[in-house]
C-alpha cells in the first residue's frame, strides 16, 4: 500500500520542532512532504500556510502539519481555506478532540510552548484519532455554511 504523504510547514519559530516532527512522522511511515521552512532564518508564516492548506483544500493531501511560535498565525492563514480546519493543540487531549470533534485536518503546533517529547505525543494523537461523527457531523458542516451578513 502507498505511504500517506503528509505535508509540513513552519516558520523560524517552528523550524526546530519541524524538524523533529518530520523525523518522527517519516520513522512512523508516512511519505513527508517538507514545503519549509528550510533554514532558522526569519521568515513569515502566512507563506508557509497557505501553500500546505492549498493542497488540503484542493483535496491533494488529506491531512497536514503546521507549526509556529504559538501556532495561531499559521492557524489563521490556514483555516482562510475552504474545507480546511485547522486545530492548535498544545497536549494530546486536545489534539484527539480536535479530531473526534472538530474533523482537524491540520495540526497546528506552537513549537514555542511545546517540547519535542509533546509535540510527537500531540501528533501521535491527532493522527491516530478518528472523527466521531453523529451529532459532530452537522456541526462541523455548519462551519462552511455560516449565514452571510444580510442574508
Ligand atoms: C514569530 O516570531 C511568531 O510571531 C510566529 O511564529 C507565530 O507565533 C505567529 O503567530
Not at 520513522?27 to 492548506?53: F, M, N, Q, R
Not at 494530546?92 to 510527537?120: C, T, Y
Request: proline share 4%; charged share 25%; aromatic share 6%.
Amino acid at each position: 500500500m502507498a505511504k500517506e504523504r503528509i505535508p509540513i510547514a513552519s516558520d523560524h519559530a517552528g523550524y526546530e520542532l519541524k524538524q523533529h516532527v518530520a523525523a518522527a512522522l517519516t520513522k512512523l511511515g508516512y511519505d513527508v512532504e517538507d514545503i519549509g521552512t528550510h533554514s532558522p532564518a526569519s521568515t513569515d508564516y502566512a507563506d508557509y500556510a497557505h501553500p500546505l492548506a492549498e493542497k488540503v483544500e484542493r483535496g491533494e493531501v488529506a491531512r497536514g502539519v503546521l507549526l509556529c511560535g504559538t501556532g495561531l498565525g499559521m492557524s489563521y492563514a490556514a483555516n482562510r481555506h475552504a474545507g480546511v480546519r485547522a486545530a492548535v493543540a498544545w497536549t494530546p487531549e486536545i489534539a484527539a478532540l480536535a479530531r473526534k470533534h472538530n474533523d482537524a485536518n491540520v495540526l497546528v503546533l506552537p513549537a514555542r510552548f511545546v517540547s519535542e517529547e509533546d509535540g510527537v505525543a500531540i501528533l501521535k494523537s491527532w493522527l491516530e484519532t478518528e472523527f466521531e461523527g453523529g451529532r459532530h457531523e452537522a456541526r462541523v458542516k455548519k462551519i462552511e455554511t455560516a449565514p452571510k451578513e444580510g442574508a
